[in-house]
């Protein structure tokens, strides 16, 4: 367990912060689109996070073995939910989508707000391709024992 | 004995800076998880206490083992209750890799010793 779990925490967090960064994709994809799959406007889409619970069997037998208990097993998502904060009403009597009173219902992605979510995502996945580095070097130091 | 009790704490000083790996790789990996609460391993703790038992420091050292425990002293510095602070994270991170290839060069240089002596190095 001990020589590739820093390998294995880190790359669940790159699984995570890539997914943010595709959700964010498409919310900015779909900032201006007033028909989503369900014929509503699009709402925007949010992952949450959480923390992953030392399930795999290396963290089951260790734990098992006395050898300390599984925590920091790394980070998995625990869903994508869609904000339900009020859609953005825009008068524009020409649009098809427009209701009886000449306004559309655009939907809730603020533009600006996923571009700072979106550094916020590529950040935090360079921060987690540092900790692979520091866990590779650390093992491959730890392999200089044997020469 | 081929080993003496500096040798095995620096094999359980590699370990423990291994498991501290883990721990900091954990926080930096729950970085945007809301409420999240950071881990660290005090092996330093726990070996410094092992090796402080004169006479059983040997089997002290066998048998300390490191795990992760929640950081209570550490203050939310998110608004959503997480105490994860991603700058000072990277800090310890790359301060314990160092410490860990620290340890890794003196258990390499004594084991280099050890060949010189036995005049197969």
Known sequence: ?147 | MLFDTTQLALERSIEGAGKRHEALAANLANANTPGYQRVDVDFHGALASAMGRGEESREALHSVSFSPAQDASAGAVRADGSTVDVDAESAKLAANALEHQAAVQVAHARIGILKSAMGVG
């Not at chain 1, 020589?3 to 900032?31: K, P």
């Not at chain 1, 098992?64 to 009020?86: F, L, R, Y």
């Open chain 1, 1 to 147: 367990m001990s020589l590739f779990g820093g390998l294995d925490i880190s790359a669940s967090a790159l699984t995570a912060e890539r997914l943010r960064m595709d959700v964010v994709a498409e919310n900015l994809a779909n900032a201006q689109t007033t028909r989503g799959a369900d014929g509503n406007p699009y709402r925007r889409k949010e992952v949450v996070l959480q923390e992953r619970a030392g399930s795999s069997f290396g963290a089951s037998l260790s734990a098992a073995m006395g050898g300390g208990n599984s925590k920091g097993a790394g980070v998995e998502v625990a869903g994508i939910v869609e904000d339900q904060t009020p859609l953005k009403r825009v008068y524009d009597p020409g649009h098809p989508d427009a209701d009886a009173d000449g306004y559309v219902s655009m939907p809730n992605v603020d533009t600006v707000a996923e571009m700072v979510d979106l550094i916020g995502a590529q950040r935090a996945y360079e921060a987690n391709v540092t900790a692979m580095q520091a866990a590779k070097s650390m093992f491959s130091k730890t392999l200089e024992l044997l020469r």
